[in-house]
């Protein structure tokens, strides 16, 4: 039995169980490495599996503390009550409008934002905690299902860095996908990325199109007593006369944050000047200040633990060994037959991202071994970067431990109401690495 596939399968089974995520990948981690023959503790000179899971969590401490930061700024930001405010405004056109028109503005808001966190204003899942919480109670007004906005939102987060080369797009189509082909052997001098991974994409397309209009139409309820219950004292601060004032310090803040993470590539720094400015225009109070900061933590505290137990897992099944075996069997199977020897190397792709949580770490993995298989079995160079980059994208969108779910979840479940495996993780997989899979590998074939 392949050792990373075992704890994929484990971690996923633990986690639809409803066991927490953070302690499936820990069990996933650990019955991987012994299936693997590695000790649970360091024995001479070899590397335990414990030691291997605590090497990987260092390196999942910085996004951590980078996501805390990130919640104590938007908490500031909703403090300020201008989100707060803007939501009410919305509530008030979408009871005048009958629900209409205000709901697919509403979703088109929702996707420009994601499409935009990627490439245009490259701040990733940070638009969530701004954006979600104030339009909780807009969603319940319209009844919409909120499985359908964790699609709409990671759509955009995946879709749109996975085909358009700017911002996150230039770091994974451009220094991480095209590097990585290259380094291998792979003559990449005539490949343009979005013409080969347009097909990909046009899946999940599909993929939201289905959500939309078919899985997620009918109107769901929710208790709306819960959603009002998070706003706090944030309704009399919105009430007040100086809300113009904020919504110049809270933009001001805004282009700061975004600029300093731009300049500096750090999002703790540029979500603590953020905040900064908050406290020194008086919007956040120092006498409030603590709380405000420590409830931005707490909001963050879980998905800060899922990254970090999620960068451990990653390094116990890199250390396994376990991975290229698991692409050379499932492609050995098959042959010379270049259909199905894609299909396998999509679903290993599939496997090793579910658990790894990102597409960003997978890529140079997979790559090294891919593109040599893909040379031999006469896929073109271009079939060859649609392959490596969708079998690394697929699992992005519906891996418990990946950012692009646990984001939808941190802001659609500041109310208790959104449960990230049954709500987030299988409709973003259901919708997403499906059509991936058909449409990635019709890539593969056509190009």
């Not at 969530?128 to 939102?153: G, H, K």
């Not at 996908?177 to 046009?202: F, R």
């Not at 116990?316 to 396998?344: C, R, W």
Request: proline residues 4%; charged residues 10%; neutral net charge.
């Amino acid at each position: 039995m392949n050792a990373v596939l075992l704890a994929v399968i484990i971690m996923v089974g633990l986690s639809l169980a409803r066991v927490h995520v953070v302690l499936s990948l820990i069990v996933g981690a650990v019955v991987g490495g012994l299936l693997a023959g590695l000790p649970l503790t360091d024995v001479g000179e070899t590397v335990g599996v414990l030691t291997h899971f605590q090497n990987g969590i260092k390196g999942g401490a910085g996004i951590a503390l980078s996501y805390a930061m990130l919640g104590a700024f938007a908490m500031a930001i909703a403090h300020s009550g201008v989100p707060k405010a803007l939501a009410d405004k919305v509530i008030v056109s979408v009871k005048n409008a009958k629900g209409g028109g205000v709901k697919w503005a509403v979703f088109g808001i929702i996707v420009l934002f994601a499409c935009l966190s990627q490439n245009l204003i490259p701040i990733h899942i940070a638009f969530i905690l701004l954006l979600i919480p104030p339009l909780l109670s807009v969603f319940n007004e319209l009844r919409v299902d909120r499985r359908l906005i964790a699609c709409l939102i990671t759509f955009g987060l995946v879709n749109t860095y996975m085909f358009i080369p700017y911002g996150f797009g230039d770091i994974f189509l451009n220094e991480i996908i095209m590097a990585n082909l290259a380094k291998s052997g792979l003559d990449t001098s005539n490949i343009s990325v979005m013409k080969a991974m347009a097909i990909p994409a046009l899946g999940m397309v599909l993929g939201l199109l289905m959500a939309v209009f078919v899985s997620y139409r009918k109107p769901k309820s929710y208790d709306n007593t819960k959603t009002l219950a998070i706003k706090g004292d944030d309704v009399s601060v919105a009430s007040d006369g100086k809300m113009g004032f904020k919504v110049i310090v809270t933009l001001a803040a805004i282009v700061v944050a975004f600029v300093i993470q731009l300049k500096t590539d750090s999002l703790v720094l540029g979500s603590l000047s953020g905040f900064a400015i908050f406290m020194a225009t008086g919007v956040v109070g120092w006498n409030k200040a603590d709380d405000v900061f420590n409830d931005g933590i707490k909001m963050m505290a879980m998905i800060g633990f899922i990254m970090i137990s999620a960068q451990g897992f990653a390094e116990v099944m890199k250390a396994t060994g376990h991975i290229e075996p698991l692409v050379q069997s499932a492609v050995g199977v098959f042959g010379d037959n270049k259909a199905l020897a894609s299909l396998a190397m999509l679903i290993v792709g599939l496997i090793v991202t579910m658990g790894i949580g990102s597409s960003f770490s997978t890529v140079p993995i997979i790559a090294t071994i891919y593109v040599p298989l893909c040379m031999a079995m006469g896929f073109s160079p271009m079939a060859t970067l649609a392959l490596v980059a969708t079998a690394g994208v697929l699992g992005d969108a519906g891996s418990p431990a990946s950012d692009s779910t646990l984001g939808p979840t941190m802001g659609l479940n500041v109310d208790g109401q959104h449960d990230h495996i049954k709500d987030s993780v299988i409709p973003t997989f259901i919708h997403y690495n499906i059509p991936l899979i058909v449409f990635g590998w019709v890539a593969s074939m056509v190009l």
